[in-house]
């Protein structure tokens, strides 16, 4: 099981920017599978992001153009630039690693609250 | 894409078995053996309890099972115990890459 630390989270006003973190305990970080997942207060999950271990990345249609996944496997991190925002993207997000197509380890996830 | 269609509570006694339904449609559920489940008490990060419809990762309890009938899933929880009053989410995988949840369903054992 890995470990994964999300960080970054906090108060943003509309149409400001954040960046999350994610640390990744495993050194075979490089070939996992990586994801976004959040969660608004209240609210059900919601997929927002994947980048593989050959860097190839997939957005869902809500942060399409909005948010840029990237990682870095030598410090074993995965990042979230979430740009524009806006009040409905309130929520915790989670770093997930995923395997066989499910969500097998998750972080304990960042608040990102939009708000003036 | 739309979220998959989950009842919004459930409840069951201690002992019991109860059944959470997951619909999707042919571009989801339907299309793909890569449902998962999930649990998830208050404050807590989710769970994986079941993925490719039926298989348990290593540690979860075998009175968790997973099905699929078309664009259904279920997940069956039998023997009923109070920690697994929770909130539960199903997920397929989409095709091309992307993944859609259900809205959750909240089990309450009585």
């Known amino acids: 099981e890995v470990q994964l630390v999300e960080s970054g989270g906090g108060l943003a006003q509309p149409g400001g920017s954040l960046r999350l973190s994610c640390a990744a305990s495993?050194?075979?970080?490089?070939?996992?599978?990586m994801n976004w997942v959040r969660q608004a207060p209240g609210k059900g999950l919601e997929w927002i992001s994947y980048?593989?271990?050959?860097?190839?990345?997939y957005y869902a249609d809500s942060v399409k153009g909005r948010f840029t996944i990237s990682r870095d496997n030598a410090k074993k991190s995965l990042y979230l630039q979430m740009n524009s925002l806006r009040a409905e993207d309130t929520a915790v997000y989670y770093c997930?690693?995923?395997?066989?197509?499910?969500?097998?380890?998750w972080g304990q996830g960042t608040l990102v609250t939009v708000s003036s | 894409q739309s979220a998959l269609t989950q009842p919004a509570s459930v409840s069951g006694s201690p002992g019991q078995s109860i059944t959470i339904s997951c619909t999707g449609t042919?571009?989801?559920?339907?299309?793909?053996?890569?449902v998962s489940w999930y649990q998830q008490h208050p404050g807590k990060a989710p769970k994986l309890m079941i993925l490719?419809?039926?298989k348990r990762p290593s540690g979860v309890s075998n009175r968790f099972s997973g099905s699929k009938s078309g664009n259904t899933a279920s997940l069956t929880i039998s023997g009923l115990q109070a920690e697994d009053e929770a909130d539960y989410y199903c997920?397929?995988?989409?095709?091309?890459?992307?993944?859609?949840f259900g809205g959750g369903t909240k089990l309450t054992v009585l």
């Open positions: 042919n571009n989801d559920v339907g299309s793909y053996n890569f």
């Open positions: 997930v690693r995923d395997r066989d197509y499910a969500f097998e380890d």
């Open positions: 495993e050194l075979s970080f490089s070939s996992y599978n």
């Open positions: 490719e419809g039926s």
């Open positions: 997920c397929s995988y989409a095709g091309s890459i992307t993944w859609v």
């Open positions: 980048i593989g271990g050959g860097f190839n990345i």
